[in-house]
């Protein structure tokens, strides 16, 4: 124990320093704008919890309980066919040979080096076309088309890791190709699975640019872009404290889901996962 003290001392450190952004942004969300850039010390003078209840009633003609039905529209479909189109992929190019396999595996990993940015505009005018603007279509469909390679690529790295030889038990049993792949390979890589359901999650709350391009009804604006509304055109005359309390409601949600994906991680490890 007396060996290990330095080494706890370290980690504490390195904890505390970690957690104190998240600490100053919940007690900065109780701070007067003065107070704010005042004093880098998270605690407030005082708590005022009327500021959340300005915050949750925003500047729109909507709450914030409003802006989150709208993210969750998006996002709970959105992982869903994330999660499933990356499997089928992955498990498409893991175990099976089929023409120009290389090709697409090659335009995969091409892919995975695009910025996303570059594709905004072609996306855009495709949707325009479609006349499928200010819907949540745009922000959806494309997940139904493993469009994340990387998602693709870390899956095909942990099917690799299975064994052959439960794929061909599997078979000698009497499953088929789908049946097995759903009863002997997914419980083998759930942590990868889980990782790619909590990244969606994580990356779609996150999201600014594709909402603000697509979407342009306020009613239909997801919480990122309602965070934005609150702050004016010169970004200045504003209340910090309410923009802040805004953020720490929003955190809640990717807090939440974090924390129980980790426990996902370690059961999934545990009770699944198998090296080859």
Not at 168 to 193: F, H, N, Q, S
Request: proline share 5%; aromatic share 14%.
């Amino acid at each position: 124990m007396t060996r290990k003290l330095p080494l706890y001392v370290i980690l504490t450190l390195m904890a505390a320093v970690t957690l104190y952004p998240m600490l100053w942004l919940i007690g900065a969300s109780f701070k007067s704008n003065s107070e704010i850039f005042s004093s880098a010390w998270f605690m407030p003078k005082s708590f005022d919890l009327s500021v959340y209840r300005s915050a949750w009633r925003t500047v729109t003609p909507y709450t914030m309980g409003h802006y989150f039905a709208n993210t969750f529209m998006i996002i709970l479909p959105k992982t869903f066919l994330a999660v499933l189109s990356s499997v089928l992929v992955a498990y498409g190019f893991a175990r099976f040979d089929f023409p120009l396999k290389r090709l697409f595996f090659a335009m995969l990993m091409a892919g995975m080096f695009m910025p996303a940015i570059v594709t905004v505009m072609s996306l855009y005018l495709l949707w325009s076309k479609l006349e499928l603007l200010d819907t949540y279509v745009p922000l959806i469909a494309p997940a139904a088309f493993a469009g994340e390679g990387m998602f693709v690529f870390i899956l095909i790295q942990f099917f690799r890791r299975v064994p052959r030889e439960l794929d061909e038990a599997a078979r000698i049993d009497g499953c088929g190709t789908l049946r097995t792949l759903v009863y002997v390979l997914l419980p083998c890589i759930r942590p990868a699975v889980a990782s790619v359901a909590v990244f969606t999650f994580l990356w779609t709350m996150n999201d600014f640019l594709q909402p603000l391009i697509m979407i342009q009804s306020v009613e239909k604006y997801p919480l990122s872009l309602a965070l934005r509304l609150s702050v004016d055109s010169t970004g200045q005359g504003y209340e910090q404290c309410k923009i802040i309390a805004m953020s720490v409601i929003g955190l809640i949600p990717s807090v939440t889901v974090f924390a129980l994906a980790q426990k996902q991680f370690v059961s999934g490890i545990t009770a699944g996962g198998i090296t080859g």
